[in-house]
């Protein structure tokens, strides 16, 4: 899977804390921060409210309606309730709860005799594809799947490289076949990426793979974008008939990840480099998903109140903690739900892996 758009998987979620309502006439004193209370509408965003505010005081002071509080605004069981944090959905939780099921399926499979087996190769010293690589192997190791790992040195052959691929399309053994992006130049990506087989591509790139998305009926998803759907549908996020924009139109985020929405029964529109007036679109989205590698791409100006903001960009900010595309801070306090960087999208990366691991396995055995 390409680094760009990756995540470790290995750092802990963000907090979100829970508040209470202050007053004790309001009838929805103690409900958490994150969620709107039940039959209230979505939160509006902090201007909207402050005017719903002011206006009330301004109509109360014109009938004479002794109705205010002390400081001119409605009473807390008349006012408008006060802005709320969207719901978080958490990645390494989600991850957690899927892995769980990834190695339930692994033992009965190894009870049938066959241990599902991931082949990772990696080629050249990138420090961030070196980190990937090894999170990989951890999470198989740690969820019952056989893993083997090949190391080759930048200055690797391209010839060599399709001559072990070809021997793990033949290995028995092996199920899932992983080739960490980014490769040396002098190696074709494209052509390595062809050369492993269709039924053991668990990235899910192969030009095989990305038709049979296209029609609607995948062998394999690609791990980031079948990530990503699968936190939606983690909070039962409606999308039939759901206005989505995507944020990048890559091979390995961007296509796929429309493609999905679009199957889910969401109108999806792409933007890239090139969009001239982005928040145009996502002002009027019900789902966003930035995919693009910079940061604060998406800002609380942009979002519609109550929209789902998935977050699979990976950056740093000037303190140097990781960070995704998306202004977490501002956008947390407009959106319905939303994804932390780190701990969203990055582990759900991985644990997709595994799942499309298992699923190769049995499809070998029930052939």
Same mark, same amino acid.
């Given at each position: 899977?390409?680094?760009?758009?990756?995540?470790?998987?290995?750092?802990? $979620?963000?907090?979100?804390?829970?508040?209470?309502?202050?007053?004790?006439?309001?009838?929805?004193?103690?409900?958490?921060?994150?969620?709107?209370?039940?039959?209230?509408?979505?939160?509006?965003?902090?201007?909207?409210?402050?005017?719903?505010?002011? !206006?009330?005081?301004?109509?109360?002071?014109?009938?004479?309606?002794?109705?205010?509080?002390?400081?001119?605004?409605?009473?807390?069981?008349?006012?408008?309730?006060?802005?709320?944090?969207?719901?978080?959905?958490?990645?390494? $939780?989600?991850?957690?709860?899927?892995?769980?099921?990834?190695?339930?399926?692994?033992?009965?499979?190894?009870?049938?005799?066959?241990?599902?087996?991931?082949?990772?190769?990696? !080629?050249?010293?990138?420090?961030?594809?070196?980190?990937?690589?090894?999170?990989?192997?951890?999470?198989?190791?740690?969820?019952?799947?056989?893993?083997?790992?090949?190391?080759?040195? $930048?200055?690797?052959t391209e010839r060599a490289l399709l001559a072990r691929i070809d021997?793990?399309?033949?290995?028995?053994?092996?199920?899932?076949?992983? !080739?960490? &992006?980014?490769?040396?130049?002098?190696?074709?990506?494209?052509?390595?990426?062809?050369?492993? $087989?269709?039924?053991?591509?668990?990235?899910?790139?192969?030009?095989s793979n990305a038709g049979a998305l296209m029609t609607g009926a995948?062998?394999?998803?690609?791990?980031?974008?079948?990530?990503?759907?699968?936190?939606?549908?983690?909070?039962?996020?409606?999308?039939?008939?759901?206005?989505?924009?995507?944020?990048? @139109?890559?091979?390995?985020?961007?296509?796929?990840?429309?493609?999905? &929405?679009?199957?889910?029964? @969401?109108?999806?529109?792409?933007?890239?480099?090139?969009?001239?007036? &982005?928040?145009?679109?996502?002002?009027?989205?019900?789902?966003?998903?930035?995919?693009?590698? %910079?940061?604060?791409?998406?800002?609380?100006?942009?979002? %519609?109140?109550?929209?789902? !903001?998935?977050?699979?960009?990976?950056?740093?900010?000037?303190?140097?903690?990781?960070?995704?595309?998306?202004?977490?801070?501002?956008?947390?306090?407009?959106?319905?739900?939303?994804?932390?960087?780190?701990?969203?999208?990055?582990?759900?990366?991985?644990?997709?892996?595994?799942?499309?691991?298992?699923?190769?396995?049995?499809?070998?055995?029930?052939?």
């Amino acid at each position: 899977m390409a680094s760009a758009l990756e995540h470790s998987g290995s750092h802990e $979620a963000t907090g979100l804390e829970t508040a209470t309502a202050s007053s004790a006439q309001c009838p929805h004193a103690g409900q958490s921060s994150l969620r709107p209370a039940a039959g209230l509408p979505h939160p509006l965003p902090r201007v909207a409210a402050r005017r719903y505010n002011t !206006v009330f005081a301004s109509l109360a002071r014109l009938s004479g309606a002794a109705i205010s509080g002390p400081s001119g605004q409605p009473p807390s069981f008349l006012r408008y309730p006060r802005i709320m944090t969207a719901t978080l959905i958490d990645g390494n $939780a989600l991850a957690k709860r899927i892995r769980a099921e990834v190695a339930t399926r692994a033992a009965a499979l190894t009870a049938r005799g066959h241990q599902p087996g991931l082949a990772v190769v990696l !080629v050249g010293e990138d420090p961030a594809s070196q980190v990937y690589v090894r999170n990989k192997v951890k999470a198989c190791e740690d969820n019952g799947l056989y893993s083997s790992l090949d190391r080759y040195p $930048a200055d690797l052959t391209e010839r060599a490289l399709l001559a072990r691929i070809d021997e793990l399309n033949r290995d028995p053994k092996i199920n899932g076949i992983l !080739v960490q &992006l980014p490769l040396p130049k002098h190696i074709d990506s494209h052509k390595v990426l062809e050369a492993i $087989a269709p039924e053991k591509d668990v990235d899910g790139f192969h030009v095989s793979n990305a038709g049979a998305l296209m029609t609607g009926a995948p062998l394999f998803r690609p791990c980031t974008p079948y990530g990503c759907m699968k936190m939606l549908e983690s909070v039962d996020f409606p999308l039939r008939g759901a206005v989505a924009v995507v944020i990048g @139109a890559s091979n390995i985020v961007g296509k796929p990840m429309a493609m999905m &929405l679009l199957q889910a029964g @969401a109108t999806v529109t792409i933007c890239n480099s090139k969009t001239r007036d &982005l928040a145009a679109h996502t002002r009027n989205a019900d789902v966003i998903v930035a995919a693009v590698g %910079k940061r604060n791409i998406v800002t609380a100006d942009m979002v %519609k109140p109550g929209a789902a !903001v998935i977050d699979v960009g990976m950056n740093r900010d000037d303190a140097g903690k990781l960070c995704g595309d998306v202004d977490f801070n501002g956008v947390k306090d407009v959106a319905g739900y939303i994804t932390p960087v780190p701990g969203g999208v990055g582990p759900m990366t991985i644990t997709m892996l595994l799942v499309n691991t298992i699923e190769a396995t049995e499809r070998t055995l029930d052939a």
